[in-house]
């Protein structure tokens, strides 16, 4: 499947010890792909730490290991290895002049699935893919639990650790595998995960049906105050009175029908006003966002416009938008 997966394999069982991180504000595929490398280095006896400096999302803690993730930066006396994940470049993690103190002499490895990656490693696997989980599930583990032989045995239990937290992150970044990112290769991943033990049942449950009261209190605003236009599109202001939660209007407006592009205008403390786009047809928002700066996926993409109101920003992106649908 990966070409250099052997590679990649040899240089993690070689390591005397492994600091592993990932991008800022952390999302489910970081930290599964993170845990479940660590996962890993257990199975295969390198000593590693999992150091996240912010806050896990909600309810990750539930996710095998988890209790071990450290917010500060630990002594790496005895490391060799710095490996990021997730992550396009070195200035997505936080902290990255703690980051790169640590990595001094040390190799730093870098395993990430997105199209901008910048091979800021020594060695670098960044294929595109579904996610970094999907990506750590194909690099190093088949249905015994990792290419390189373990020293000793490997528990069901382990294994079954190992698979929910690279199951977790895999259902996280292909949005329970309806994105267009999914892949044959991402459900047969999927497939193994589940044969090895992963908990599907406790990912539904802390993941996806765990919404907090805020977040049905938002989930109503957004739907109240939705708006569709009959050029094909839907859009949602999101004061800055109203925090966003664990959920994005964006999402939440863009399966009405006979509409190809959702946006969302929020108004921030700080950072001006955040447009978020979505596309389900041909419309590439990607480059449309490029005209104010913005850019991102084909289907995915964001702007921030700084010293205007909420429904200046609104006017000027939707007649822009109005002039290219
Ligand atoms: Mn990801």
Redesign the pocket.
């Known amino acids: 499947m990966i070409l250099q997966a052997n590679f990649f394999a040899e240089l993690l069982s070689s390591a005397k010890g492994i600091l592993i991180t990932a ?1 800022r504000d952390p ?1 489910l ?2 930290v599964g ?1 993170t845990l479940g490398l660590w996962h890993l280095c257990r199975i295969l006896g390198v000593p590693a730490t999992v150091w996240l400096a912010d806050p896990l999302p909600r309810d990750c803690g539930v996710l095998p290991g988890a209790a071990g993730i450290v917010q500060v930066l630990p002594d790496l006396a005895g490391y060799d290895h710095v490996w990021v994940l ?1 992550a396009s470049n070195l200035n997505r993690v936080r902290e990255v002049a703690q980051l790169q103190a640590a990595i001094q002499d040390r190799v730093l490895v870098n395993l ?3 199209p901008d990656n910048s091979q800021f490693g020594h060695h670098n696997l960044a294929p595109i893919m ?4 999907e990506l750590v599930f194909w690099t190093f583990v088949h249905v015994s639990g990792a290419r390189i032989p373990p020293k000793k045995p490997v528990s069901k239990a382990d294994l079954a650790a190992l698979a929910t937290c690279l199951y977790a ?1 895999i259902c ?2 292909t949005g329970r595998f309806l994105h267009d990112n999914v892949t044959a290769d991402t459900f047969h991943a999927a497939g193994d995960l589940v044969a090895m033990g992963a908990d599907l049942g406790l990912i539904r449950h802390h993941f996806f049906e765990n919404k907090s009261a805020a977040t049905y209190t938002f989930m109503r605003y957004v739907l109240t105050h939705m708006a569709v236009s009959p050029l094909g599109y839907v859009w949602i202001d999101i004061p800055r009175e109203m925090a966003e939660p664990e959920i994005k209007s964006v999402d939440l407006i863009r399966d009405m029908e006979g509409t190809s592009v959702a946006l969302s205008f929020r108004e921030t403390e700080s950072d001006g006003i955040k447009v978020s786009l979505r596309s389900k047809g041909d419309f590439n928002v990607s480059v449309f966002a490029a005209q104010f700066g913005g850019g991102g996926h084909v289907k995915a993409a964001g702007i921030t416009l700084r010293d205007m109101s909420l429904s200046d920003a609104r006017l000027r992106v939707l007649s822009a938008l109005e002039a290219a649908l």
């Open positions: 991008h999302d595929d970081a792909s997730d990430d699935h997105h579904s996610s970094t989980s992150g996280f970044d």
